[in-house]
Protein backbone atom coordinates (compact mmCIF):
# COMPACT_ATOMS: atom_id res chain seq x y z
CA UNK A 1 0.00 0.00 0.00
CA UNK A 2 1.13 3.74 -0.73
CA UNK A 3 0.00 6.91 0.42
CA UNK A 4 0.86 10.23 0.00
CA UNK A 5 1.67 12.64 2.97
CA UNK A 6 -0.89 15.62 2.56
CA UNK A 7 -0.57 16.98 6.67
CA UNK A 8 2.01 17.14 9.13
CA UNK A 9 -0.41 16.69 12.66
CA UNK A 10 2.46 16.23 15.26
CA UNK A 11 5.89 14.77 15.98
CA UNK A 12 5.76 11.50 17.97
CA UNK A 13 7.89 10.72 21.26
CA UNK A 14 10.49 8.14 20.60
CA UNK A 15 14.03 7.29 19.22
CA UNK A 16 12.78 6.94 15.73
CA UNK A 17 11.76 10.59 15.77
CA UNK A 18 8.49 9.67 13.98
CA UNK A 19 5.80 11.99 12.99
CA UNK A 20 2.06 11.65 12.49
CA UNK A 21 1.10 12.26 9.17
CA UNK A 22 -2.14 12.45 7.07
CA UNK A 23 -2.21 11.22 4.06
CA UNK A 24 -4.30 11.30 0.59
CA UNK A 25 -5.75 8.06 1.42
CA UNK A 26 -7.98 9.27 4.19
CA UNK A 27 -5.80 7.87 6.84
CA UNK A 28 -3.35 8.90 9.10
CA UNK A 29 -0.04 7.53 9.64
CA UNK A 30 2.81 7.76 12.23
CA UNK A 31 5.96 7.83 9.75
CA UNK A 32 9.90 6.71 10.19
CA UNK A 33 11.59 8.68 8.30
CA UNK A 34 14.45 6.30 6.00
CA UNK A 35 17.23 8.75 7.48
CA UNK A 36 15.97 8.37 10.76
CA UNK A 37 18.86 8.73 13.97
CA UNK A 38 18.69 4.65 14.76
CA UNK A 39 18.96 3.27 10.91
CA UNK A 40 17.45 2.61 7.66
CA UNK A 41 17.14 -0.85 8.22
CA UNK A 42 14.65 -0.29 11.19
CA UNK A 43 12.27 0.32 8.54
CA UNK A 44 13.19 -2.85 6.92
CA UNK A 45 12.42 -4.69 10.33
CA UNK A 46 9.43 -2.61 10.80
CA UNK A 47 8.05 -3.87 7.10
CA UNK A 48 9.04 -7.47 7.65
CA UNK A 49 7.47 -7.65 11.18
CA UNK A 50 4.23 -6.18 10.26
CA UNK A 51 3.93 -8.74 7.24
CA UNK A 52 4.32 -11.76 9.91
CA UNK A 53 2.19 -10.14 12.42
CA UNK A 54 -0.89 -9.81 10.02
CA UNK A 55 -0.02 -13.49 8.46
CA UNK A 56 -0.20 -14.78 12.30
CA UNK A 57 -3.45 -12.97 12.88
CA UNK A 58 -2.01 -11.32 15.70
CA UNK A 59 -3.21 -7.12 15.78
CA UNK A 60 -0.76 -4.68 14.46
CA UNK A 61 -1.42 -1.50 12.47
CA UNK A 62 -1.86 -1.82 8.96
CA UNK A 63 1.71 -0.76 7.32
CA UNK A 64 2.15 1.54 4.14
CA UNK A 65 4.81 3.43 2.47
CA UNK A 66 4.53 6.66 2.40
CA UNK A 67 5.78 9.38 -0.15
CA UNK A 68 7.04 12.90 1.24
CA UNK A 69 7.34 15.36 -1.49
CA UNK A 70 9.83 18.11 -1.87
CA UNK A 71 7.15 20.58 -2.22
CA UNK A 72 5.96 19.08 1.56
CA UNK A 73 8.46 18.97 3.24
CA UNK A 74 9.58 23.01 2.34
CA UNK A 75 5.57 23.85 3.42
CA UNK A 76 6.24 21.86 6.65
CA UNK A 77 9.51 23.14 8.31
CA UNK A 78 8.67 21.17 10.96
CA UNK A 79 9.10 18.00 9.43
CA UNK A 80 12.98 17.52 10.41
CA UNK A 81 15.16 14.86 12.55
CA UNK A 82 16.83 16.06 16.00
CA UNK A 83 20.70 15.14 16.35
CA UNK A 84 21.96 17.34 19.41
CA UNK A 85 22.02 21.01 18.82
CA UNK A 86 21.26 20.45 14.84
CA UNK A 87 18.27 19.76 12.59
CA UNK A 88 18.89 17.29 9.67
CA UNK A 89 16.39 17.49 7.14
CA UNK A 90 14.32 14.41 6.09
CA UNK A 91 14.73 13.22 3.01
CA UNK A 92 12.23 13.14 0.26
CA UNK A 93 10.48 9.95 -1.10
CA UNK A 94 8.91 6.76 0.19
CA UNK A 95 8.97 6.41 3.82
CA UNK A 96 7.67 3.30 6.72
CA UNK A 97 3.93 4.70 7.83
CA UNK A 98 2.26 2.53 10.40
CA UNK A 99 -1.55 3.29 10.46
CA UNK A 100 -3.27 5.23 13.23
CA UNK A 101 -6.13 3.72 14.18
CA UNK A 102 -9.09 5.99 13.15
CA UNK A 103 -8.95 10.11 13.12
CA UNK A 104 -6.48 11.29 15.54
CA UNK A 105 -8.75 14.09 16.45
CA UNK A 106 -12.00 11.93 17.62
CA UNK A 107 -9.91 8.52 18.31
CA UNK A 108 -7.63 8.70 21.85
CA UNK A 109 -5.14 6.19 21.72
CA UNK A 110 -3.15 5.62 24.40
CA UNK A 111 0.17 3.75 25.52
CA UNK A 112 0.01 3.00 28.60
CA UNK A 113 -3.11 1.54 30.89
CA UNK A 114 -3.07 0.85 34.82
CA UNK A 115 -3.52 -2.68 35.81
CA UNK A 116 -7.48 -2.79 36.45
CA UNK A 117 -8.01 -1.25 32.91
CA UNK A 118 -5.07 -4.03 31.34
CA UNK A 119 -7.83 -6.97 32.71
CA UNK A 120 -10.69 -5.48 30.43
CA UNK A 121 -8.31 -5.51 27.10
CA UNK A 122 -10.59 -7.92 25.23
CA UNK A 123 -7.88 -8.99 23.01
CA UNK A 124 -5.27 -9.42 26.23
CA UNK A 125 -4.18 -13.15 25.06
CA UNK A 126 -2.35 -11.59 21.91
CA UNK A 127 0.13 -10.46 24.42
CA UNK A 128 1.27 -14.33 24.96
CA UNK A 129 1.53 -14.89 21.36
CA UNK A 130 3.17 -11.65 20.40
CA UNK A 131 6.12 -12.51 23.12
CA UNK A 132 6.40 -15.90 21.19
CA UNK A 133 6.63 -13.75 18.03
CA UNK A 134 9.14 -11.68 19.70
CA UNK A 135 11.83 -14.36 20.86
CA UNK A 136 11.36 -15.78 17.46
CA UNK A 137 11.76 -12.38 15.70
CA UNK A 138 15.02 -11.37 18.75
CA UNK A 139 13.43 -8.14 19.33
CA UNK A 140 15.56 -6.81 21.61
CA UNK A 141 13.65 -4.02 22.61
CA UNK A 142 10.45 -4.01 25.27
CA UNK A 143 7.04 -5.29 23.95
CA UNK A 144 5.55 -2.06 22.90
CA UNK A 145 1.86 -1.46 22.24
CA UNK A 146 -1.05 1.21 22.01
CA UNK A 147 -4.43 0.97 23.02
CA UNK A 148 -7.96 2.14 21.86
CA UNK A 149 -11.79 2.00 22.74
CA UNK A 150 -13.72 -0.03 20.27
CA UNK A 151 -15.31 -3.11 18.73
CA UNK A 152 -12.95 -6.28 18.77
CA UNK A 153 -14.13 -7.58 15.31
CA UNK A 154 -13.42 -4.62 13.71
CA UNK A 155 -9.96 -4.08 15.16
CA UNK A 156 -8.44 -8.29 15.60
CA UNK A 157 -7.92 -10.22 12.71
CA UNK A 158 -8.38 -13.31 14.99
CA UNK A 159 -12.17 -12.12 15.93
CA UNK A 160 -13.61 -12.01 13.08
CA UNK A 161 -15.76 -15.25 14.29
CA UNK A 162 -16.37 -14.12 17.79
CA UNK A 163 -19.03 -12.24 19.25
CA UNK A 164 -19.43 -8.90 19.06
CA UNK A 165 -17.54 -6.68 21.93
CA UNK A 166 -16.82 -3.38 22.96
CA UNK A 167 -13.61 -2.44 24.78
CA UNK A 168 -10.11 -1.62 24.67
CA UNK A 169 -8.41 -2.82 22.23
CA UNK A 170 -4.32 -3.34 22.12
CA UNK A 171 -2.50 -3.42 18.76
CA UNK A 172 1.25 -4.20 19.05
CA UNK A 173 3.44 -1.87 17.59
CA UNK A 174 6.92 -0.47 17.51
CA UNK A 175 9.07 -3.65 15.51
CA UNK A 176 12.13 -1.53 14.39
CA UNK A 177 14.39 -3.31 16.67
CA UNK A 178 13.50 -7.46 15.80
CA UNK A 179 17.02 -9.09 14.49
CA UNK A 180 18.30 -6.75 17.11
CA UNK A 181 17.42 -3.46 15.09
CA UNK A 182 20.33 -2.44 12.93
CA UNK A 183 22.64 -5.10 13.78
CA UNK A 184 20.50 -7.67 12.09
CA UNK A 185 21.56 -10.30 14.84
CA UNK A 186 20.19 -12.78 16.73
CA UNK A 187 20.55 -11.83 20.47
CA UNK A 188 19.10 -13.70 23.12
CA UNK A 189 18.07 -12.30 26.51
CA UNK A 190 15.66 -13.63 29.24
CA UNK A 191 13.90 -10.32 29.07
CA UNK A 192 13.84 -8.99 25.87
CA UNK A 193 10.18 -8.66 24.29
CA UNK A 194 8.88 -8.64 27.20
CA UNK A 195 5.98 -6.07 28.45
CA UNK A 196 6.86 -3.91 31.25
CA UNK A 197 3.28 -5.00 33.02
CA UNK A 198 3.84 -8.66 34.16
CA UNK A 199 -0.37 -8.84 34.35
CA UNK A 200 -0.36 -9.42 31.09
CA UNK A 201 1.24 -13.01 31.58
CA UNK A 202 -1.01 -14.01 34.59
CA UNK A 203 -3.11 -16.35 32.60
CA UNK A 204 -0.24 -18.23 31.98
CA UNK A 205 -0.08 -21.77 33.85
Not at 45 to 51: C, H, L, P, T, Y
Request: charged share 20%; hydrophobic share 40%.
Amino acid sequence: MRANATRLIRKMRGGSQAHLLECDDGHFYVVKFRNNAQHRRILINEWIASVFLSYLQISTPPAAIVSLSTAFLEANPDIYIQLGSRHQAVEPGRHFGSRYPGNPSNVMVYDFLPDALLDKVVNAAEFLGVLAFDKWMSNTDARQSIFFRAGLRQWSPAASQSPPRAGFVAQMMDHGYVFDGPHWTFADSPLQGLYFRPSTYQRVQ
